[in-house]
């Protein structure tokens, strides 16, 4: 509790026969009329207000926030709770033991290394759709994953009893989303100290990107780093600039035909376009109150697609009716109401609440909304439905182009981009959408395949991957049962799935499972091939499994560029398949369609799904249920016991996890022949005092990118390839390739991951002419090309500084800590872009790494950088004086012309971070003021 309450805050709340001490908002001038969400900031820095760290004025600052001003006042929040996935949340507790270790290694206590908020983590991110297709294909695919995850499960059963308040949610109960919405979200959290329950917002942060789905619940919470998630654990606050936020007015409902996803993906559009990354968007007005939960949080969950660190509804009946249906208690459905009425946290509290101040506006009439797509390649580029089939025709063309890869495989280079010095369109997923040619001349590659006896043919655009998958939809039963619907009117009409279609059913919670076993539905949607394949993202984190054999065939021998289908919220490329080009998100009703038509090069309104029994054509219309059915079925089949039975003991698991050894003692045992698990080299003769930055001398270009680089780009999560040098290290480590498992589930091996940096598939360094992958020119070899992991080893070797040089939006993505972690262990210094996305920056200064970026209207090509040069970067030493240089100023020297020189500005934008980056990294600063 605050020692300081300079505003004279503090008081009690009485709800039913209990007292509950809270922060009065109204003791600050200017409350009244902040977006609920700068309240939800507000009643933080009162209660957490010390007088050093937390101010009377950072308060004062905050009442008074001028809305129209850019941000410049630094404020410290303490989310109250932290949430991770396995996937970043292993390398967390990792760094977590590995502090431990550091700790009494420099003479402190190793207790001392222990959450200080609750953290809960869901494995929900490594289960792979091995099987498919059939029964037992969910019981297969637990079996696989417990035998590829066995030591990483154990390490987190330790991690489980070694430190308080940390808690997992064992394999096979759902994805980190759904369950924290369903589950784990509090609304209000109340907290026990010096003998006072405290009752306060919840507000957390999460390893995952995606962990703004929960501000669909009034809960202010969004992805950062693993690395700074683990600081938040251990108590320290995010240091963050008071946001400008966007307010984005609502009016209408949702017209027939179109769905939540829909309203998605037209969202993402026009945030996208209209600008918010680092704002938070904030909606109001009278359309919120028709918005049903799962669809707030389904458009909460989209946040990151449109750049914004939150996207959150304010708490109003219908957060109440929710939490009341997934089985809270009524204490704390009272305390929700009287708490949020009380704070003039309630949405349209009357005609006597004043309209909050925004930054910024924007409107969306719900009944404009139309059915959508978004693809092939970003979220934010929406296709309506009507105009898919001549979006893909015209897209088409920059997939099927050949050229000559660096091992004499043909591989795809987009046509508008046949040298790495062309135009950046179309790079690592370009800045806006392929676009070329004009739809007519379709390239078409006919190739005649059999599949289990049945004859077919296979051709450029078939919709190889059709997966009804990730937290964003299938949380939202409207969506999923329209997709059951579908299913079941499909099967009565004698409709079948074409047969080179890989279908996958992987539900955010078993609570679908439920509703769709009580509604009578999984026949039908088995009948199409959609069996339950697990619990967990699969598809769209890049585990959709190979697809089927004699389609990779087809594919890989004759390059065809063929498409995924989900209802995800990722597309990148490479992301979810390496033999597929092109990824569309839809919703599951869409993904369904998409699987009966077996192609993109389809129209719905013009093209027959097939024909019935009696001969007759049927289209989607015919097919797709009334919103009035799908309503009325949901009603039937959802119940509050639904809830109450699934997470009645969701820590507990099943055998499996139970009968998993549990290693014990307060420090980690590592295994020296682990492939999965090893001690990280952050805190390797680290000492108490600081060693003061340098300057940086003599450095060399490690890649030279284009735009919209994103974290998979950087650190991919999927398959891990025979080849590449993480392949060449597993394979001399004694791992055969059937268990090489993805970069994801080994982000707990500093080698794999080390050896994964800017190794996706797709990744084109421009210091290369035409060649996708990890690879680079290695200058300690006279240019020649080598991959990225061993001209960086050289290069170390050889004492040689390095950097990256890219173009706009460079690490947009998932908050993927690894991300920061290689580029820091590949020995790069500094990052040198013309725009960053929000968490990769953060995370770079994190690992000790500059970001720098070019001066306003210029790049690497304008400035005739070609990645050749030898770089130096003098007046980071300012930064030893406790000021933080606003540009520092870069040479490059190249060899027989004159040197370029300019001032890059240094993006290191709080103290915090400048701290930080002093101390070497975010996690040396947090050790370091634990010891002392």
Not at 63 to 76: F, H, M, V
Not at 604 to 632: C, S
Not at 674 to 701: C, H, L, N, W
Request: overall charge negative.
């Amino acid at each position: 509790m605050t020692s300081t309450d300079s505003f004279k805050a503090h008081g009690e709340l009485q709800v039913g026969d209990k007292a509950y001490d809270i922060y009065r908002l109204a003791a600050v001038e200017g409350s009244e009329t902040l977006p609920f969400s700068l309240k939800v900031l507000l009643e933080n820095l009162l209660r957490t207000e010390d007088g050093a760290n937390i101010t009377a004025d950072h308060i004062r600052a905050l009442g008074g926030w001028d809305e129209n001003a850019e941000p410049d006042t630094e404020i410290q929040f303490t989310p109250g709770r932290v949430i991770m996935q396995d996937f970043t949340g292993v390398p967390c507790v990792v760094d977590l033991a590995t502090m431990r270790e550091a700790v009494a290694d420099l003479g402190g206590n190793p207790e001392k290394i222990n959450p200080l908020a609750p953290a809960e983590l869901v494995i929900d991110h490594s289960v792979i759709i091995d099987v498919f297709g059939r029964q037992d294909a969910f019981e297969r695919n637990v079996e696989i994953e417990y035998e590829r995850n066995n030591e990483r499960y154990k390490f987190l059963r330790w991690g489980q009893t070694a430190f308080d308040d940390f808690k997992v949610v064992p394999p096979g109960t759902g994805i980190v989303h759904q369950v924290n919405i369903e589950h784990l979200a509090r609304t209000v959290m109340t907290r026990e100290i010096d003998g006072a329950t405290v009752a306060y917002p919840d507000t957390c942060v999460g390893t995952d990107s995606h962990t703004t789905m929960v501000n669909g619940l009034g809960v202010l919470g969004w992805g950062v780093g693993g690395i700074e998630a683990e600081a938040a654990m251990l108590g320290q606050p995010v240091s963050m600039l008071i946001p400008r936020v966007v307010g984005f007015k609502l009016s209408g409902s949702i017209p027939e035909g179109a769905t939540a996803t829909d309203v998605v993906l037209t969202i993402t559009e026009m945030l996208r376009k209209h600008g918010v990354v680092g704002k938070f968007v904030e909606f109001y007005g009278d359309g919120v109150a028709q918005v049903p939960l799962a669809n707030r949080a389904t458009i909460g969950n989209m946040s990151p697609e449109f750049g914004s660190t939150c996207a959150i509804f304010p708490i109003d009946s219908v957060t109440i009716d929710y939490l009341r249906l997934t089985g809270r208690s009524e204490e704390s459905l009272a305390l929700v109401e009287a708490y949020a009425k009380e704070q003039g946290m309630w949405l349209n509290a009357g005609p006597d609440q004043p309209e909050a101040r925004y930054s910024e506006r924007l409107e969306l009439d719900l009944s404009s909304v139309v059915p959508s797509i978004a693809g092939p390649k970003r979220p934010q580029d929406r296709i309506a439905l009507t105009d898919a089939k001549e979006s893909f025709r015209k897209v088409l063309p920059t997939y099927v182009s050949h050229h000559e890869g660096d091992d004499g495989t043909a591989s795809s280079f987009p046509a508008s981009d046949p040298t790495p010095q062309g135009s950046p369109d179309g790079q690592n997923g370009g800045d806006k959408p392929a676009d070329e040619g004009n739809g007519s001349d379709r390239p078409t590659q006919k190739v005649a395949i059999t599949i289990n006896g049945q004859e077919a043919e296979v051709d450029h655009g078939i919709v190889a991957i059709a997966s009804i998958t990730s937290c964003t939809n299938t949380s939202n039963p409207s969506v999923m049962m329209a997709a059951a619907m579908l299913a079941k009117n499909a099967v009565e009409r004698g409709l079948t799935v074409a047969p080179w279609v890989k279908t996958s059913m992987a539900p955010g919670s078993k609570v679908v499972t439920g509703y769709y076993d009580k509604a009578g539905m999984w026949p039908y949607l088995e009948k199409l091939g959609f069996h339950l394949v697990g619990y967990g993202c699969t598809t769209c984190i890049g585990n959709s499994g190979p697809i089927i054999d004699e389609v990779s065939k087809a594919v890989n021998d004759n390059d065809l560029a063929v498409v995924s289908v989900l209802s995800g919220n990722r597309n990148f490329e490479g992301r979810i398949n390496p033999d597929v080009k092109m990824n569309y998100l839809a919703s599951p009703p869409l993904v369904i369609a998409y699987a009966l038509a077996g192609t993109m090069d389809f129209d719905f309104e013009t093209d027959a799904l097939g024909k019935d029994t009696d001969g007759n054509d049927v289209f989607l219309k015919d097919i797709w249920p009334a919103p009035a059915d799908v309503e009325a079925t949901i009603a039937g089949a959802i119940s509050q016991e639904l809830f109450t039975k699934d997470y009645a003991d969701v820590f507990a698991g099943d055998e499996r996890w139970q009968s998993l050894p549990t290693p014990e003692g307060n420090t980690f045992e590592w295994d020296a022949e682990s492939t999965y698990v090893r001690k990280p080299p952050y805190f390797d003769g680290m000492q108490m005092e600081t060693t003061p930055v340098t300057d940086i001398e003599g450095a060399r270009v490690l890649a030279k990118l284009g735009d919209s680089v994103t974290t998979d780009h950087i650190s991919p999560a999927g398959a891990i390839k025979t080849d590449s040098p993480a392949g060449k290290y597993l394979a001399e480590h004694g791992v055969e390739r059937k268990d090489f498992n993805s970069y994801g589930s080994r982000r707990g091996n500093h080698e794999v991951m080390i050896r994964g940096t800017f190794a996706n598939i797709r990744l084109k360094n421009l210091l290369l002419d035409g060649v996708e992958g990890g690879f680079t020119r290695d200058f300690t070899q006279g240019g020649e090309q080598s991959t990225i992991f061993d001209a960086s080893a050289n290069y170390q070797a050889a004492g040689t500084p390095l950097v990256i040089l890219a173009g706009k939006e460079y690490g947009s993505g998932s908050s993927r800590d690894w991300a920061a972690k290689g580029t820091a262990l590949l020995g790069v210094r500094a990052v040198i872009t013309e725009s960053y996305e929000r968490i990769h920056r953060s995370n770079l200064i994190g690992m000790g790494v500059i970001p720098l970026q070019f001066p306003q209207g210029e790049n690497a090509d304008s400035l005739g950088l070609d990645g050749t040069e030898t770089f130096s970067i003098s007046g980071i030493t300012e930064l030893n004086e406790g000021r933080t240089p606003k540009t520092v100023k870069v040479a490059a020297s190249r060899e027989g012309k004159d040197d370029v020189t300019f001032d890059a500005v240094v993006r290191i934008d709080t103290p915090g971070e400048a701290d930080y980056y002093r101390n070497g990294g975010i996690l040396q600063y947090v050790l370091r003021s634990l010891v002392k």
